[in-house]
């Protein structure tokens, strides 16, 4: 079985988080993920206190397992958010879209184990100076919002340049995916495309057909123009009209940002297949039915622990 220092120091059977996908990952489907052994996540992206109290309660009405919450650190309600955080007492935190420094010493009184996303070597650097438990290193293969390093590059560069536990996140679906991160010497996965299709996703099930149909060359960045708000989002009719107007001599950062407001509810809530913007990641193409929680982690696990077993037969 595979297992590794996470299981045992945040009290979970399996090294594999669920990733903290703004308007999908709520309460019922991190308390899913958490019930099936892995580390459930519920995503603050840009709501306010009221929302992210009742999704942490939804979460506790449905498991006694531990489960995180994700904060966007842009969000206009960051502050409101890390103070609940620590009200809630919530266990775990990770982060992203930016330096968590400055929430540390409130999370860290509270006793919440701090695991942010970083997307380079200096950025982990940082928040482990800061106190970080570990770092979720995410490649470009991921969807949502994206640095410039893939996967296989940066997770061994973080791992060789911090001494806290690594999660590799970013083109992984199944067993081949873990395997591969844990040789590259992480301690977990993170996943966010093969949850989508979840049975206990909530999200539309427009957006579920988006992912199930996509090929290996489904997903296009947006926003790389004016940079810091690079998406990797499924090809579409709203996609292809932002990355037209991202090149237009009269686009903005401030103009091509607005395009893009409000995009993501339209995919995730109300399932907009035309002005929806649908993040999810390169390896879209591999996820190809809706399934339990719970049987897309034993799947991924018990594969990538055959694998890492008959890879010895490759030595001679």
Request: aromatic share 6%.
């Amino acid at each position: 079985m595979i297992k590794s220092r996470l299981c045992t120091d945040l009290g979970i059977e399996y090294p594999v988080f669920q990733g903290g996908m703004a308007w999908i990952a709520d309460g019922e489907l991190a308390a899913a993920v958490s019930n099936a052994g892995g580390l459930g996540i519920i995503s603050a992206m840009n709501a306010n206190a009221e929302y992210l109290r009742a999704q942490i309660g939804r979460a506790r009405e449905l498991t006694d397992r531990p489960f995180g919450v994700n904060v966007m650190l842009m969000s206009p309600y960051a502050d409101e958010v890390a103070h609940i955080l620590a009200e809630e007492k919530v266990k775990i935190v990770t982060t992203g879209a930016g330096n968590p420094s400055r929430y540390m010493p409130l999370w860290q009184e509270a006793g919440i184990v701090v695991i942010p996303v970083v997307a380079s070597t200096a950025m982990a650097r940082m928040v482990e100076r800061a106190g970080a438990y570990a770092v979720i290193a995410e490649g470009q293969e991921s969807g949502g919002h994206i640095g410039e390093l893939t996967t296989m590059s940066l997770v061994p560069q973080v791992i060789d340049r911090v001494d806290i536990p690594v999660i590799a996140a970013g083109g992984i679906a199944d067993g081949r995916g873990m395997a591969a991160a844990l040789a590259l010497g992480a301690v977990g996965v993170q996943c966010g495309t093969v949850f989508l299709c979840a049975e206990e996703c909530n999200v539309h099930e427009n957006y579920k057909q988006m992912v199930l149909k996509a090929g290996d060359i489904s997903t296009v960045t947006t926003g790389r123009r004016f940079g810091g708000n690079t998406c990797r989002c499924i090809k579409n009719p709203f996609s292809r009209d932002f990355l037209t107007y991202e090149y237009t001599p009269e686009a903005t950062a401030e103009s091509v940002a607005e395009l893009g407001v409000g995009a993501l509810r339209k995919a995730a809530v109300e399932g907009d297949t035309k002005q929806g913007c649908f993040l999810a990641g390169q390896i879209s193409g591999l996820v190809s039915e809706v399934l339990p929680a719970r049987q897309i982690i034993t799947k991924m696990c018990g594969d990538a622990e055959n694998i890492l077993k008959n890879a010895a037969s490759l030595i001679q």
